[in-house]
């Protein structure tokens, strides 16, 4: 088998690609053809793409060139197509530790500043770069994440409110930078306007124009198993009053806010809630003497966050602390016990998020 490597020089200056067709057309004009010897390198457009030709005494391997903009160790699994051995993987930049681990599992790869790996029966071509001209197009943020959905439910919990980026930025103590990004994505989405543009003494200010379709996209994205830790008790009461008041004693008033059945039940009322379920401020707190702790059936939850942003949208109802309205609907969505049923009857109330 012959080896070909070598160090690949780039420029300081990095630019950054936006789009498979510019990637594309950018390595068509960036990547030489090579020969060494008898192998010869060529890389040439096709309809629709570009193709990989390597030749050498009576031997030939042509892979498709397949653009993707933001690398992932995704490819590493291997699990569907187009992503394998056939093809050559492309994206602005590669870093080395991802380039390395590609080399491993035999995925051939290449980017814009010179790094190319192809390995076949006969031979294997490893190309290094020495630095980074080009880099890879800045990645949309989610969300609806663990932290950036605190954006979301500032903005929908109060859905007649207007907001400047610094409100936000404060209210939600996330980055300034972060929230440029958010409200980006969300007016280029239509789930928020602009009321007033910034002038030399004021902010611009945002509010929410399609309250339906971005709790709907939020509701899609959402996932229950991924964002709380829950702990189950098997309680003797059945009074949800009751059980509610024994767990503000023994965890505190301020460290509970009410979720799910009891909650919207609170709110508006639809069905006798089947359980009690409250986020917990700590993950020490699931641990409370109220009952004989259980894997499922319990009628008390106790429900521990992975972030926070669940306690900075509350409300007072019958002398409990409530989460939002929004945060009752997606919890009741999770769940059975006609949970969904009483999710949308409490979204389909005309106090909803008000």
Known sequence: MFYWTSKIKTLSKTISISGSAKLLAAYLQEAPSESLGAYSLQISPIRGGAEVRLEAKGEKVVLPVVPLLHPSRKWLSNGKEP???????????????????LRISGLCHADLNGRLFIQTPWLVID???????????????DVFSLKTSRLARALLSNRRSE????????????????????????????YLEKTSAA???TSARYKVSAFDRLLDAWKSADRWAGRVTVQQYSVLSSNAGEIAREVVDSVGKGKVAFTQWFAAHLRFPYTTPPVVSAYVAELGLLNQPLGRKVNIGGNLW??????????????QSS???????VQIYLDLLQVGQRGPDQAEALRQWEGFAQ
Do not use: C, M, Y
Not at 166 to 171: F, I, Q, R, S
């Open 83 to 101: 992503l394998n051995q056939k093809e050559l993987l492309l994206s602005p930049h590669l870093s080395e530790a991802l380039a390395a681990d």
């Open 127 to 141: 190309l290094r770069p020495t630095g980074t001209q080009f880099r890879n197009p800045e990645s949309a943020p």
């Open 163 to 190: 907001w400047t980026q610094e409100e936000l930025t404060a209210h939600a103590e996330v980055s300034r930078g972060l929230v440029s990004r958010i409200l980006k994505v969300l007016q280029a989405d239509g």
């Open 199 to 201: 002038t030399r003494t």
């Open 302 to 315: 106790l429900i521990h966050p992975a972030d926070d942003g669940v306690f900075r949208e509350t409300q």
């Open 319 to 325: 002398g409990f602390q409530l989460v939002s309205d």
